[in-house]
Structures are given as C-alpha cells and as structure tokens.
C-alpha cells in the first residue's frame, strides 16, 4: 500500500449523516470494504502525525537517490549544486514578469531572483545525493532569505517556477529547523487557499487559460506537501474543472484558439502533467480524468503528437488574438515567430512518460528528461 493520501472519507466510506450499522452489517464487511477503511485511516493517520507528508518526491525517492551520486547525471546535478553553492540568495519581496518586457519595471531584477528557485532544487538535489551538509547549511540559508521576506503574489505566471523551491522542501524540509518548515507552511498554504479563491469565468480568459493550469500545479504541490484532504480534494475539482473549461473534444486547448501557438499549448498542459504525476505519486489517477466532454490529459498529448513528432508544422503566432504577443515578437524574443520547435515540448512528454509508458518513444526522441526527473522518477 502507498503512503500517502489513499483515499478520501467519502471514498472510503466515511458519511457524518449515514444511519448506524447494526452488528450484521459489520459481519458482512468484505475484505476488500475493509482495506478501503485501513487505507483511509492510514491516510488521517499520517496526517494527524504529520508523517510522510509530501508534494512529489516521497522519503522512498529521496532514500533512492543516495545510490545515484557517482551517475554522470548525479554528477551533473552535483555541479550544479557547486555552482548554487557559489552565488549569494537573491530574495525579493515579489518577483514580476508577466506581461513585461527585458528591462522594464523590475522584469531582469526578477529574472535574477528567480534563478534562486532552481538553485534550491539543485542544492536539496546534492544534499539528497551525497549527504553532505555543505549543501543542507546553504539551502537553508536560502530558505532563510526567501521566506523572510517574499509574500505570495497569486499571480501564477510570476510564481510558477516556485515548484522548483516546492520539490527542495520535499527533499530537506524534514531537515530544516521548525521556524522555516512554519514559514514554508504558511507559504505554500497561502498559495493553495489563495489560488483555489480565483473561479473559473469563461469570459475572463485568465481564469481558463494557461494562467488556471499554473494555478493548478501550485495548489496540488502545496496540497500534497501539507498533506490536508480539504485541499487535495480542492485540487483535484480544480484539475477537472480546468479540464472542462481549457480543453475541446479534440484535445485543443483554448489556448490555441486564442494564441495559435503550440507554445502555449505545451506551456497550458505541463502544469497539469505535473499535478496528475504528484496525484500518481500519492496513489490517485489524475491522468485518465475526462472533461464533460470526454476529453482528457491523454486527448490534448494525442493532439499535440504530430507537431512533437515533425510530421506537422506550425507557424507561431501567425493569427494570436493577444497583442502582446506581437509586442514580444517585434522586440525580437525567441519563440515568438517562425516555426514551432518541437525540443519545446521535452519536458511535456517526459513526464507523461512517468504516466503512462506510450509516450516513451517520443519523449526519447525529444530529448532527456530534466534530471530532477531523471532522478526522481526514473522510467
């Protein structure tokens, strides 16, 4: 049996207003009733002791990874724990991007900090590989930095790349000293409870779009990390909720329709890939999980193949509703015109990859996996 969230108390039979079973009842339990019960007070249980607590890379992972240290890709990540070890934290109140360009506003103060994210990652990676606590001593310096001072902004193109600081918690959160694991806390239930506040509105494109499924990542990472069945239940009806507002029969996203780029297409489901494989690592089948109008994950991945695969084209942005987007283009940033490449959606399909093995073949024909992936979730 998985540790973890197994199922919720509806799911395993718990209802506050249900009549009283009479002792027949209980002789005519099945064995299989029986295991769905010990499944969900083991779930209640761990959260009650605030044991095996996790968003994505559970202890049996991290316990893994020591074997992994001399691996070319241990080795890479080790390098790049040195070089995270090397730069001092960069922290801010609030980073902002979207919807700017290089050099306006606090756009490349921003883009400095927020190379801290991964950095974290990386160290919690080296410390999970090697043990040293070189690399413990610095991430808490950069955890330390961080949540002194930065406050969620809810603006989830800002703050998506917070996953990365999420899967460092996952890896040394058991390690920090109780005033940072409270401060994190507080931080990742901001983001969770602050983003589940924004509902879905078909005429305001931000709350269907690419935006909602960055949402969606946050509130399932932070979920799962503070091991709260409210809030995993939440994220769950937000995932189905994104699905039947964001994706068409066909497996087209709105997205799409609006931008005429396949870059958003990939930038609008690799959120939702992450939630369905931090929802697999908790034992749950998010992937399978159909719209109202039969589309699923698997559906918009189906639609995309072609173009991952070369056998179509695509011109980006040719006909993008978003004026913005040829503003970007006009400034000369890459991506914003011409042909779509196909590399862009790498990470897209190596996690589908950990979710259902069809996509094997293409995901390696894409490239290799990120290593935190790699490492994470071998295939």
């Not at 509806?10 to 769905?36: E, N, V």
């Not at 070319?72 to 730069?87: F, H, K, S, T, Y």
């Not at 410390?127 to 310096?141: I, Q």
Request: glycine letters at 6%; proline letters at 5%.
């Amino acid at each position: 049996m998985r540790s973890g969230w197994c199922l919720s108390k509806r799911q395993f039979g718990y209802h506050p207003t249900s009549s009283r079973r009479s002792p027949m009842d209980k002789r005519h339990r099945t064995p299989a009733a029986i295991l769905l019960v010990l499944c969900g007070l083991l779930a209640w249980a761990q959260l009650a002791f605030g044991q095996a607590a996790f968003a994505l890379i559970s202890l049996d992972s991290i316990a893994a990874l020591r074997t992994k240290s001399k691996t070319p890709l241990g080795q890479d990540v080790i390098r790049a724990a040195n070089a995270a070890a090397r730069r001092e934290p960069h922290a801010l109140a609030r980073v902002h991007t979207e919807g700017t360009l290089p050099h306006q506003g606090i756009y490349d103060q921003s883009r400095e900090a927020m190379r801290d994210w991964p950095a974290m990652r990386d160290l919690a990676l080296g410390f999970a590989l090697t043990g040293d606590e070189t690399y413990l001593h610095v991430v808490m310096r950069y955890f330390a930095a961080w949540l002194d001072v930065y406050r969620a902004s809810l603006n989830p193109i800002d703050e998506t790349s917070l996953d990365n600081v999420i899967l460092a918690y996952d890896l040394v959160g058991k390690s920090l000293p109780d005033n940072l694991r409270e401060k994190m806390t507080e931080l990742m239930r901001a983001l969770a409870t602050g983003y589940l506040a924004v509902q879905p509105n078909v005429r305001k494109g931000t709350t269907v779009n690419n935006w909602q499924s960055h949402r969606v990542k946050l509130i399932t990472l932070s979920a799962f990390a503070l091991n709260d069945p409210e809030l995993i239940t939440k994220a769950q009806r937000a995932l189905q909720t994104q699905l039947d507002y964001n994706l068409r029969a066909d497996g087209s996203t709105v997205d799409f329709e609006q931008r005429d780029a396949l870059h958003y297409v990939v930038y609008d489901l690799e959120p939702l890939l992450i939630a369905a494989l931090a929802a697999k690592a908790h034992g749950l089948d998010w992937y399978s999980t159909k719209n109202r109008g039969g589309a699923s994950l698997e559906t918009a991945l189906h639609w995309l193949e072609p173009y991952a695969t070369g056998e179509r084209t695509h011109e980006e942005f040719a006909h993008t509703t978003v004026e913005f987007d040829r503003t970007r283009a006009t400034a000369g940033l890459p991506g914003f015109s011409g042909r779509w490449d196909p590399k862009i959606s790498t990470l897209l399909y190596q996690v589908a990859r950990r979710l259902n093995p069809r996509w094997a073949t293409l995901a390696v024909q894409l490239g290799p996996a990120s290593a935190w992936l790699e490492l994470c979730f071998p295939p």
